[in-house]
């Protein structure tokens, strides 16, 4: 992110001054800072060198690595007191009553330090910092890199003079900032104006913040998004082959007839075939000679009796293949159009493994003895309630296996998702607990950019499991249906 684009996520984090932390959390590099009072979260990705507000839980590891165990020791429960940027350039500071965050974006490679009265405590990467001027504010134009300049550019069709860059910037400072996604080379680009070098934007989203949270989302999905595109792929050659096997049976079953009327001969002119031959001419139905092959080990009635099981087999697979074809053909259209949309949005990729596997998806898993450690459930607290939602087809499997009778089960309507239970046990369910529990159903799905999304509730009892049904697939027997906005745990739309 350039000095600008920082400044404009700074401004979208501000809403989150004085919250308390509440959890830290990294995964991989990316450190999310969870808080509440105000409640949401912030997002560090040093690699990719982005700082955001964020609405997004990825699974994070079950015994946090070292920098983010310090954090926590840190600041846990500790306020947020301010944000900053030193003047437009591209390092951050978030100050708490006794440490200070900075986020070093400047050396090649991004770094996140935690300092004390100005001494570095700890470092996601080298323990180095080159000292900064917190109070120089800077001429805005220091904030300016490539990719403004190549907005500007290609708004005015020619280089742009200092003058109008200047005049550019200050008219990014006072718009109001929206999220642009565009389909780069390189990936996903979230920006919080138009890019007209960029061609149409994919998507408009309200906030900056958002489109940044796609992209995030995109490249710490994109490891499982890739492997699972590769099991789509070895599915859809299986499955080609199999097309392809079928249609030589269907060849081969054609020839039924031709098969029955050899047999019909045999029989006809049984006197006329000596045991033992292995060929044998004779007068044909219409009075041509036809030169007939046998099996010398077996009788020549035998023979025409084997000849006519087969001719029946081959009659009746004539009426079963074309079927299986056409589902082997609507099969491999449907894991094309998965593997593009995989292949345009990563991020889908935790909740479509059911619906894959339902079409002979197999994604490498561990070996038996070095399976890991398996990943909690995301669990939220909602007025007396816990409420449990899925990470995986498997997971949902489980969590409704376990599941009391009368717990209440949420899932967003017609779209791959995560299951949600609501721990209830029987116990009447407020309407504002039920909303909210609607809202993570339909964040956790593949709708959870729509308006508004249709989410099935039910008791668990009224869920059945198919006789052979994926991990994750239920039968919903008696249902009933919310209307909602997606959120997620950290600002649940209204």
């Known amino acids: 992110m350039e000095g600008i684009e920082l400044r404009i996520a700074l401004r979208e984090a501000g809403v989150l001054r004085g919250g308390r932390v509440t959890k830290v959390q990294q995964v991989g590099e990316v450190v999310f800072l969870r808080l509440f009072a105000p409640k949401g979260a912030l997002v560090i990705d040093p690699l990719e060198k982005a700082f955001h507000r964020t609405e997004l839980h990825p699974p994070a590891p079950e015994r946090p690595p070292a920098f983010a165990a310090l954090l926590r020791r840190h600041l846990r429960g500790k306020p947020l007191l301010s944000l900053e940027q030193a003047g437009f350039d591209r390092l951050l500071r978030l100050r708490f009553p006794d440490v200070d965050l900075v986020v070093d974006f400047r050396p090649r490679r991004g770094n996140i330090l935690l300092f004390r009265s100005g001494e570095i405590l700890e470092a996601l990467a080298e323990r180095k910092f080159s000292p900064a001027d917190w109070e120089e504010s800077g001429g805005s134009l220091g904030g300016v890199g490539p990719g403004i300049r190549r ?63 796609r992209v995030r989302e995109e490249g710490l999905f994109l490891g499982e998004a890739r492997e699972l595109m590769r099991a789509i792929r070895d599915a859809i050659r299986r499955k080609r082959r199999a097309l392809k096997k079928v249609g030589e049976a269907l060849d081969e079953a054609h020839g039924w007839e031709e098969l029955q009327r050899k047999a019909d001969l045999i029989l006809t002119r049984l006197r006329e ?222």
Do not use: C
Not at 158 to 166: C, D, S, V, Y
Not at 328 to 333: A, N, Q, S, V
């Open 151 to 213: 907005a500007l550019e290609a708004r005015l069709g020619h280089p742009p003079t200092e003058e109008e860059l200047q005049r550019f910037v200050e008219e990014l400072l006072r718009m109001e900032a929206r999220g642009y996604l565009y389909r780069a080379p390189r990936g996903l680009l979230a920006s919080f104006f138009p890019r007209p070098e960029l061609g149409k934007p994919d998507e408009i989203l309200p906030h900056y913040f958002q489109a940044l949270d």
């Open 273 to 494: 075939i000596p045991r033992g031959a292995r060929k044998v001419e004779v007068e044909g139905f219409d009075g041509t000679p036809v030169v007939l092959t046998l099996d010398p080990a077996v009788q020549p009635q035998a023979y025409a009796q084997r000849l006519y099981a087969r001719a029946k087999k081959l009659r009746r697979a004539l009426e079963e293949l074309p079927p299986r074809a056409e589902k082997l053909r609507e099969e491999i259209e449907e894991l094309r159009a998965f593997l593009a949309e995989l292949e345009r949005k990563p991020y889908l990729a935790p909740y479509l493994e059911g619906d894959l596997e339902a079409l002979g998806v197999r994604p490498s898993r561990p070996r038996a003895g070095t399976e890991e450690k398996r990943v909690r459930a995301r669990e939220y607290r909602i007025g007396d309630f816990r409420v449990l939602v899925g990470r995986s087809a498997r997971e949902n499997e489980a969590l409704v296996r376990a599941a009391h009778p009368h717990d209440l089960w949420l899932h967003a309507r017609g779209v791959p998702g995560a299951h949600v239970i609501v721990k209830s046990a029987g116990r009447g369910v407020p309407p504002e607990v039920l909303a909210e529990a609607a809202k993570l159903a339909a964040w956790y799905s593949k709708a959870r950019y729509d308006t508004k999304v249709a989410v099935t509730y039910t008791e668990v009892r009224h869920l059945r499991k198919p006789k052979g049904g994926p991990p994750g697939a239920f039968v919903v027997m008696r249902e009933e249906v919310l209307v909602v906005r997606p959120g997620g745990e950290d600002g649940p739309s209204n």
